[in-house]
């Protein structure tokens, strides 16, 4: 049985329509401008706290449909005498998603699909092998380091060396 929703197809939705604003139009360019170097962009004359302000509302906004989407995608009684706790560390996956994806929409789609099939395949580890949750996630967690650390690296190679 998969639990697999109609917010498989949303989020892909979402992540395409961010792609689409991000590299194709004059907003998304600023946007990226000012994440990439703020300074730099200023110099260029952008104005810095537009694009972060629309940064806000666009992740704020994003993170509160994605909760909703979640939340409704479950039978009702089950979300509810649960106390939610279906949704429980989401943030905190979707920045290893992010991570993994290397922050681009289409890399996070992709980062998404491999970090649900990963997290599928430990929840059937855990019930059948009886291995702790607690395991899972350091296997998560290196798992997300191995794929992320080479990037990191090369951002801050520069910092490493002094």
């Not at 989401?90 to 681009?104: E, T």
């Not at 798992?143 to 990191?152: S, Y």
Request: glycine letters at 12%; proline letters at 5%.
């Amino acid at each position: 049985g998969s639990v697999s929703t109609s917010a498989l197809l949303f989020a892909v939705s979402v992540a395409v329509a961010f792609y689409v604003y991000l590299w194709l139009t004059p907003s998304g360019y600023e946007l990226r401008s000012v994440g990439l170097n703020p300074e730099a962009a200023r110099f260029s004359g952008i104005n810095p706290r537009r694009p972060l302000l629309s940064a806000l509302l666009l992740g704020g906004a994003s993170a509160g449909l994605a909760g909703a989407v979640q939340v409704a995608g479950r039978t009702t009684p089950y979300a509810l005498y649960t106390g939610l706790s279906n949704v429980l560390n989401y943030g905190y996956n979707g920045i290893g998603v992010a991570l993994i994806g290397r922050n681009h929409p289409i890399g996070i789609i992709v980062a998404g699909l491999f970090f649900g099939t990963l997290q599928a395949g430990f929840s059937t580890v855990q019930l059948y092998a009886r291995v702790p949750f607690e395991i899972i996630q350091v296997i998560e967690g290196i798992i997300i380091f191995a794929v992320a650390a080479p990037e990191l690296y090369r951002r801050f190679r520069g910092s490493l060396k002094k």
